[in-house]
T-cell receptor
Framework: NAGVTQTPKFRVLKTGQSMTLLCAQD?????MYWYRQDPGMGLRLIHY???????AKGEVPDGYNVSRLKKQNFLLGLESAAPSQTSVYFC?????????????FGPGTRLTVL | DAKTTQPNSMESNEEEPVHLPCNHS???????IHWYRQLPSQGPEYVIH???SNVNNRMASLAIAEDRKSSTLILHRATLRDAAVYYC?????????????FGPGTRLSVLP
């Protein structure tokens, strides 16, 4: 099992450009999440999905959109990148949410917006 | 989810035990206590979780206070590879996806 993979690993954008980050999991998990981590900080939830075709907002959703067309993939889109979106982005998945269920994290995507 | 409080940083010597504390005075009866760690330049990884009883696994032990208002992650013999940021997180059994809240965590340094 590859677990949770993220593409790309690094990206540099100019202000106003758009891009899509791809997260894939091969564990047949229902739940998937996108987080961002700014330097010296903990992770903050951007959006999450409770199953194929369903998404919901997390703590910091502004400026991002997501889609979950296939159960194994969760896409994070930036329509018009801003320097404030410079961060490391982590994807995660879990069998179910809440209580005892652990989250499995990807290796992260380091995004710089100039 | 209820909030947790951890020390910003701790130091340990290699091959000695490490006790990482976490306070969660507002924990509810259905909150599970999770610990994750984040090695440098990596995503967080699960360490252990528990509800009421102490728990052991191959990575660590989790000691939960009788009133559940605090817990301690125990690394029995710290290695250099255990240097990481450790996060203590509460997860309600009815929390369906949102806010797996990661605070700043405890940065553990392991000295050779």
């Amino acid at each position: 099992n590859a677990g949770v993979t993220q593409t790309p690993k690094f990206r540099v954008l100019k202000t106003g450009q758009s891009m899509t980050l791809l997260c894939a999991q091969d564990m047949n998990h229902e739940y998937m999440y996108w987080y961002r981590q700014d330097p010296g900080m903990g992770l903050r939830l951007i959006h999450y999905s409770v199953g194929e075709g369903t998404t919901a907002k997390g703590e910091v959703p502004d400026g991002y959109n997501v889609s979950r067309l296939k159960k194994q993939n969760f896409l994070l889109g930036l329509e018009s990148a801003a320097p404030s979106q410079t961060s490391v982005y982590f994807c995660a998945s879990s069998v179910l949410a809440g209580g005892p269920y652990e989250q499995f994290f990807g290796p992260g995507t380091r995004l710089t917006v100039l | 989810d209820a909030k947790t409080t951890q020390p910003n940083s701790m130091e340990s010597n290699e091959e000695e035990p490490v006790h990482l504390p976490c306070n969660h005075s507002t924990i509810s009866g259905t909150d599970y206590i999770h610990w994750y760690r984040q090695l440098p330049s990596q995503g967080p990884e699960y360490v252990i979780h528990g509800l009421t009883s102490n728990v052991n696994n191959r990575m660590a032990s989790l000691a939960i206070a009788e009133d559940r208002k605090s817990s301690t992650l125990i690394l029995h013999r710290a290695t250099l590879r255990d240097a990481a940021v450790y996060y203590c997180i509460l997860r309600d059994v009815d929390n369906y996806g949102q806010n797996f809240v990661f605070g700043p965590g405890t940065r553990l340094s392991v000295l050779p």
